[in-house]
């Protein structure tokens, strides 16, 4: 028995979603039950040692704002610093739950386990996947050793910076790419295939209590036929920065790199990354656009915003 404690933190999601019927895996509304009763409905859940539970928010993770994070934020710091806490999980809806974990990574840069679980089916489903996801997470937040902010579902441990949601609707939702997982859980034990990810360069230099006002970042996507128009109204509005989500190797409809080296000239920050779900961009040297150093757009989007809070 380990006698430090387990912070679990509730932000809403599926995993705390409710349908009229137990057969109903698609007709739910997220985040309706609470982070105790959640809990207090997964048996043996406290045999590894203590938890304490605190609902942070209560939202579909699709919604996820500035401000939620901000809170997260900065309760994860504050639980990061406490002697007798082992570790953290965040239950989380698994839509928007890579960029969350990339945030989190990325501003709090914690040395204990930062663990972000979800689910698939609602809490009120036949068969729930949420709790056996809780209950690895919890293995994977005792486990000693472990730290940084990763992500557990479907008994697969996901870094924060190479997580994907890859599926609206299997359980195994998520995919780390190329870099593939950093382990599994398996009957409460853990089986690494990776090494538990180190620091990112890419990182905030900026206290979350004293943001006030988060920079305007957008992703723009180039296709067949995109056009500048896009960027043209973003800057009539007032853009602090644009993620491209390129073709292939980061190449751009030239209709659109036109516009978007224009809006680089009036000293908008702007990146380049792949809508390719594997792969990175390769950058070659005297490339007009930067790079995103191997992150996805929503990612960049993040590293660009806390890049331009600084
Ligand atoms: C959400 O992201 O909050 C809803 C979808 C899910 O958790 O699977």
Known sequence: MNFKKIVILGTGGTI??????????VGYAAAQVGIAQLLADIPSLAEGGPIISEQIAQLDSKDMSFAVWQQLAQR?????????VQGIVITHGTDTLEETAYFLQAMCRPDKPVVITCAMRPA???????????LDALAVARHAGASGVVAVCAGTIHGAVDVQKVHPYKLDAFSSGDAGPIGYVEEGRLR?????????????HVAIEKVAKWPR?????SYAGASGAIVQALLDQGVDGLVVAAT???????DLQHALLKAQAAGVRVVRSTRCVNGRVLPVPGDAIADSNGLSPVK??????LELLA
Do not use: K
């Open 16 to 25: 705390a979603g409710r349908a009229s019927s137990a057969f109903d895996n």
């Open 76 to 84: 994860v710091n504050y639980f990061l610093a406490c002697d007798d």
């Open 124 to 134: 009120t489903a036949l068969v729930p996947d949420g709790p056996q996801n809780v």
């Open 192 to 204: 690494l295939v990776r090494n538990w990810p180190v620091a990112q360069e890419q990182r905030a």
């Open 217 to 221: 970042v957008e992703i723009i996507m």
């Open 248 to 254: 292939g190797n980061g190449t751009v409809h030239q």
């Open 300 to 305: 960049a989007r993040v590293a660009l915003m």
